[in-house]
């Protein structure tokens, strides 16, 4: 059976759409910038799932990556495709999301801007077994001890380090409960954090 050809929209640095491309010439075309949503998923422990792409994939193979990612298709929001792509990798659904940032990411092989959500979820999960290999939580101490090694995807790894700095915008003290919820509007997180450091 032949594989459908995937169409990305092609995006200016002001993420205007300014044309359409087909995903083997964006990948390997830094000049072709596209779009991407990522979701984090945490369980109740406050551990981060990383799904281990499958052997398969052409970019980065058998690596461990993002709970969830991936393209926008032509015409479709990030916030959309983020709650498709949730689905579709992991048989997530009814999971209210809440947007975290944007950030560009750029490398030798590809141009994306991406948009990051959080979700909260602590299993099961029905992962897509073609381009997934496994799912597991990592705690943040696993993370860092794996950073650099050729683990994790160097894609994940830059998400790892927009996370962080957004995580030290939002502090909370040693030994409250875990401060991560999800809601639709971002002020649904600070609640949870603020409560959550309050009960502290």
Same mark, same amino acid.
């Given at each position: 059976?032949?594989? &459908? ?9 002001? =993420? /205007?759409?300014?044309?359409?491309? !087909?995903? @083997? #010439?964006?990948?390997? +075309? ?16 406050? %551990? ?11 970019? /980065? !193979?058998?690596?461990? =990556? ?17 709650? %498709? ?10 999971? &209210?999301?809440?947007?975290?940032? #944007?950030? &560009? ?10 948009? @990051? ?6 299993? $099961?999960? @029905? ?16 993370? =860092? ?7 994790? @995807?160097? +894609? ?7 996370? /962080?700095?957004?995580?030290? #915008? ?6 409250? &409960? ?5 809601? +639709? $509007?971002? $002020? ?7 409560? =959550?450091?309050?009960?502290?």
């Amino acid at each position: 059976m032949v594989e &459908p050809i995937e169409i990305f929209d092609i995006v200016n640095a002001e =993420d /205007q759409v300014i044309g359409q491309a !087909p995903r @083997t #010439r964006c990948h390997g +075309n830094p000049s072709l910038i596209h779009r991407v949503a990522h979701v984090l998923v945490f369980d109740e422990a406050g %551990r981060l799932l990383l799904q281990k792409r499958s052997a398969t994939k052409d970019v /980065q !193979p058998g690596k461990w =990556d993002t709970s969830v990612g991936g393209h926008l298709d032509p015409g479709e929001d990030y916030l959309s495709a983020a709650v %498709r792509e949730m689905q579709e990798e992991l048989g997530i659904s009814e999971t &209210p999301l809440t947007f975290l940032y #944007r950030y &560009p990411l750029r490398n030798n092989f590809e141009s994306e801007n991406v948009a @990051t959500y959080l979700a909260r979820h602590s299993g $099961p999960f @029905t992962f897509c077994l073609r381009e997934i290999d496994a799912v597991r939580f990592w705690t943040a101490e696993e993370i =860092d001890a794996e950073l650099g090694s050729g683990v994790l @995807t160097s +894609n994940f790894e830059e998400e790892w380090s927009y996370w /962080q700095a957004w995580s030290r #915008r939002y502090p909370v003290p040693s030994g409250s &409960p875990v401060a991560l919820c999800a809601g +639709n $509007p971002f $002020p649904d997180l600070i609640k949870c954090f603020n409560a =959550d450091r309050d009960a502290g």
